[in-house]
């Protein structure tokens, strides 16, 4: 084998690790590709929406741990989050954060009230009229220590539309899908740890309902 043949040889091999060890450390501490699988973020988000999502405006997390190395900041009422399902930790969900720790929560007749007021969020939205009654058998309001037996307890459709009034307790946040009504989140499995979280949703990059209907629309979008 020439000189030549082994130089031109290391270079790709050089080349190639160079772009290895970039693509980890940006998937690990920059951004992350995640693609809409469900109804749930409607109409904010479509099903077939690719998004990217910042991992590093709410931390710098130590790599294949969910401890955060160097906070920079947390998420706020209104973010659009990826995180780590509660209920299987191999699974990525995205919800619209509405409460942050400290924050009181209470649900009536599909109405949020966060901290006592009325939520106004505009991407919320209701697609089926029913409104499912309050269960006699849950309390008026949630103690800490009720919040395993309520939240790990019958799915029943009441929880959907009424919740008792809680207060997030610290390191924790409570998330829904703007789809209010075909949605499966805090209101059913209860709360999202702080290091759960992977990012925030910022872009939209490409959005297909099908490979001959791509959304040209929707590409370079902001999350909001």
Request: without cysteine.
């Amino acid at each position: 084998m020439s000189r030549d043949i082994v130089k031109s040889v290391r270079e790709t091999f050089e080349i190639l690790v160079v772009a290895l060890v970039l693509a980890f450390f940006i998937r690990t501490f920059v951004v992350q590709a995640f693609k809409i699988p469900s109804g749930s973020m409607l109409e904010t988000l479509q099903i077939g929406d690719h998004l990217l999502v910042s991992k590093f405006l709410y931390g710098i997390k130590l790599p294949f741990s969910d401890h955060v190395l160097i906070p920079i900041s947390d998420p706020q009422r209104g973010d659009v989050i990826v995180f780590k399902y509660p209920e299987n930790p191999d699974v990525d969900f995205i919800k619209r954060v509405v409460a942050v720790p400290g924050d009181t929560v209470e649900i009536r007749g599909k109405k949020l009230y966060v901290n006592g007021k009325l939520d106004k969020n505009p991407h919320a939205n209701h697609k089926d009229p029913t409104v499912y009654p309050k269960a006699a058998r849950f309390p008026d309001r949630l103690s800490p220590d009720q919040f395993d037996a309520y939240f790990n307890g019958s799915g029943h459709m009441s929880k959907r539309d009424n919740m008792p009034l809680l207060t997030v307790p610290k390191g924790k946040y409570f998330v829904m899908g703007d789809n209010r009504d075909g949605s499966h989140d805090s209101r059913f499995w209860g709360f999202v740890d702080r290091e759960a979280i992977i990012g925030k949703a910022i872009i939209i990059h490409w959005s297909w309902a099908s490979f001959t209907d791509v959304r040209w629309s929707r590409i370079g979008t902001l999350v909001k």
